[in-house]
């Protein structure tokens, strides 16, 4: 074997180390004192299917054409399908030898590779395997069946969590013993955790709960003096701001919105003021007791982010609203409903840009970094992506205001990147640390 990953999705350096101080985590323990260490800065935006899929790949989301976890779908004025698998798009499809891959995102429906898969998240299917024999071996050993993963309280959620955890690694154990020359294995549950309880607290246990793979990592990088590289796709953060692009947008005329009333139910409407306030965490528990018993979300959020947008508009976000991180797209007239014409199109582009960048609240600037689509992708993208400072996350609902309170625990750009063996040497730690991109390391 020359090289094992361990991916450890949404890990945060910072809660890291608060873990690594409240708990005993002997194998993170021992990465730290022993591996190389820096910050990994994710992709734009900060996402685990961009992420991880530019991660393994070396590419830009342009060139593989997922720029967020759903694409938007500009004719049925739908958010649209998942695309959640990436043929031959990977180092590993690149590289001679067999490999041994376990739940990475981005390669479910599984294809065919020189190894053994396990298909990934999001996933259209519960358990996923190529070849098929892989599926019939682990269905002997272990009790695949899908089970309805639906849970009425937050507690269900977690432990069903945590269990589907502690089985997931045994998939993984048995995957990983064969003989392959790369080994790459990603541990969801940490990203899970977060957005299901966005609570610290969880969140250190459910990094806790990782020592054992991470030990089991360390255990056969050395004892196979291969290379062992562990990292996390991007971080989670505690925010309190949000700015509402589609109300900033409104205001300045480059996108139509339907009336923001009576898009909510009225039970969301009547519990809204209390949103601030300590009360959320019970909402939150009600919240979840009502969507699994009536299927229906007590935001009224139907899920679809353009269905109060209407096809008038000039400027159009790429996708609900996650983290610090938003893409937008220019309606031009070669989309279905799109008017702008070309010659318009770099103006408007240049106004939005300048108009971005000039966002204050406060005396404070609001935004960090402004890009046009062709600076970060190739081929075809949204033409503008900003990036809000970290007092602030980004709203893709039609909000009364550009600005509004919430308490959210949300992506970060920040993740973690550990390397140690026998490739990985002191002399090149110094370009380790502008690292951005991890495939051409690999
Ligand atoms: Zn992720």
Excluded at 425 to 439: I, M, R, Y
Aim: aromatic letters at 10%.
């Amino acid at each position: 074997m020359d090289l094992v990953v361990l991916g450890v999705d949404g890990v945060s350096p910072d809660y890291l180390e608060e873990a690594l101080e409240k708990y005993d985590m002997p194998g993170w323990e021992k990465l730290r004192d022993e591996a190389f260490y820096s910050d990994l800065e994710s992709c734009v935006p900060a996402v685990t299917i961009p992420a991880w899929v530019s991660m393994f790949s070396g590419y830009d989301a342009g060139k593989f054409g997922a720029f967020h976890l759903t694409q938007p779908d500009f004719d049925s004025w739908e958010t649209g399908l998942r695309k959640t698998s990436f043929p031959n798009t990977f180092f590993w499809d690149r590289i001679k030898g067999r490999s041994s891959l376990h739940n990475i995102p981005g390669t479910s429906p599984v294809y065919k590779i020189d190894g053994w898969m396990k298909g990934g998240f999001p996933s259209p299917h519960d358990f996923d395997f190529y070849p098929e024999e892989l599926e019939q071996e682990m269905n002997e050993k272990f009790n695949l069946e899908k089970k309805d993963k639906r849970k009425n309280t937050l507690g269900a959620k977690i432990e069903a969590e945590f269990e589907n955890y502690e089985l997931e690694r045994k998939v993984a154990d048995e995957i990983m013993e064969k003989d392959a020359r790369v080994s790459v294995s990603v541990i969801k549950m940490t990203d899970t955790i977060g957005h299901i309880t966005e609570s610290k607290g969880n969140i250190l246990r459910a990094y806790r709960k990782t020592d054992d793979a991470v030990q089991k990592a360390l255990e056969k990088a050395e004892g196979e003096n291969a290379n062992l590289i562990v990292a996390s796709d991007h971080g989670f953060f505690r925010v309190k701001k949000k700015f509402n692009i589609v109300s900033f947008l409104a205001e300045n005329d480059l996108i139509d919105v339907e009336k923001a009333e009576g898009e909510t139910s009225l039970a969301y409407r009547l519990a809204e003021p209390l949103l601030d306030t300590p009360i959320k965490k019970y909402l939150r528990k009600l919240h979840v007791a009502y969507s699994s018993f009536t299927g229906n979300r007590l935001d009224g959020k139907s899920g679809n982010y353009l269905s109060n947008i209407k096809k008038s508009s000039t400027v159009i976000p790429y996708h609900k609203g996650l983290g610090k991180d938003c893409l937008l797209k220019i309606h031009t007239e070669d989309m279905k409903h799109g008017t702008v014409t070309e010659s318009k199109k770099e103006e408007i582009v240049d106004t939005v840009i300048e108009k971005l960048r000039n966002v204050e609240r406060n005396g404070e600037k609001v935004i960090e970094k402004v890009w046009r689509g062709d600076e970060l992708y190739t081929g075809e993208s949204p033409e503008i992506a900003f990036r809000t400072t970290d007092k602030y996350v980004v709203g893709t609902t039609n909000a009364h205001r550009n600005f509004s309170k919430t308490n959210a625990l949300t992506h970060h750009e920040t993740g973690i990147f550990f390397a140690k063996g026998p490739n990985i040497h002191e002399e090149a730690d110094e370009e380790l640390e502008d690292l951005f991109d991890v495939a051409p390391l690999i």
